[in-house]
T-cell receptor, first 115, second 114 residues
Framework: DTEVTQTPKHLVMGMTNKKSLKCEQHMGHRAMYWYKQKAKKPPELMFVYSYEKLSINESVPSRFSPECPNSSLLNLHLHALQPEDSALYLC??????????????FGPGTRLLVL | AQSVAQPEDQVNVAEGNPLTVKCTYSVSGNPYLFWYVQYPNRGLQFLLKYITGDNLVKGSYGFEAEFNKSQTSFHLKKPSALVSDSALYFCAVRDGNAGNMLTFGGGTRLMVKP
């Protein structure tokens, strides 16, 4: 089973709202990722967690706050977003954070619209 | 720095004909190459990867890719295209000298017409 699940599928929020995106995998993967994807563009890496610790933050604004409560769960907390943050947010996981040949498996994404 | 180029924004092919989606890469170390497909409003779905070994890699749904070190290419191929293959395809590379970052190409839209 190579399934990564994400909730919610769609989210509409105002610029003053606080919301969270959730990601879950039960494959025993120890690396988890958040990507942002604009329409017809490749995914852009936001954060990487290795063994539940934040290892990469690609200079993401502080209005995005990641959290990894355990090895199966990854959250992305959103606060005071801007309309330009509207995008598809993808979660991914891979087995070994150190493995160069490791495949990243992606979830279906959360389509976020900021009004 | 690692980089990936997909020179064609869109590829059009008739159903039943062979298809090729092109990808070239640039790395300083050994390349680890991946192909993903994305259907509308969906996440990326893994198709195949090259790590080492045979230059011809076979993947899901009848797709295959050929690693060519001298041309630094990793083109995706399928002998007979299906309408259902119409989607957005991404090539990605990880540089053996540059850690665990995966770099994606800009994507190629494949349109298969009946």
């Amino acid at each position: 089973d190579t399934e990564v699940t994400q909730t919610p599928k769609h989210l509409v929020m105002g610029m003053t709202n606080k919301k969270s995106l959730k990601c879950e995998q039960h494959m025993g993967h120890r690396a988890m990722y958040w990507y942002k994807q604009k329409a017809k563009k490749p995914p852009e890496l936001m954060f990487v967690y290795s063994y539940e610790k934040l290892s990469i933050n690609e200079s993401v604004p502080s209005r995005f706050s990641p959290e990894c409560p355990n090895s199966s769960l990854l959250n992305l907390h959103l606060h005071a977003l801007q309309p330009e943050d509207s995008a598809l947010y993808l979660c991914a996981s891979s087995q070994d954070p150190r493995g160069l040949g490791e495949t990243q498996y992606f979830g279906p994404g959360t389509r976020l619209l900021v009004l | 720095a690692q980089s990936v180029a997909q020179p064609e924004d869109q590829v059009n092919v008739a159903e039943g004909n062979p298809l090729t989606v092109k990808c070239t890469y640039s790395v300083s170390g050994n390349p680890y190459l991946f192909w993903y497909v994305q259907y509308p409003n969906r996440g990326l779905q893994f198709l195949l990867k090259y790590i080492t070994g045979d230059n011809l890699v076979k993947g899901s749904y009848g797709f295959e890719a050929e690693f060519n070190k001298s041309q630094t290419s990793f083109h995706l191929k399928k002998p007979s295209a299906l309408v259902s293959d119409s989607a957005l395809y991404f090539c990605a590379v990880r540089d053996g000298n540059a850690g665990n970052m995966l770099t994606f190409g800009g994507g190629t839209r494949l349109m298969v017409k009946p």
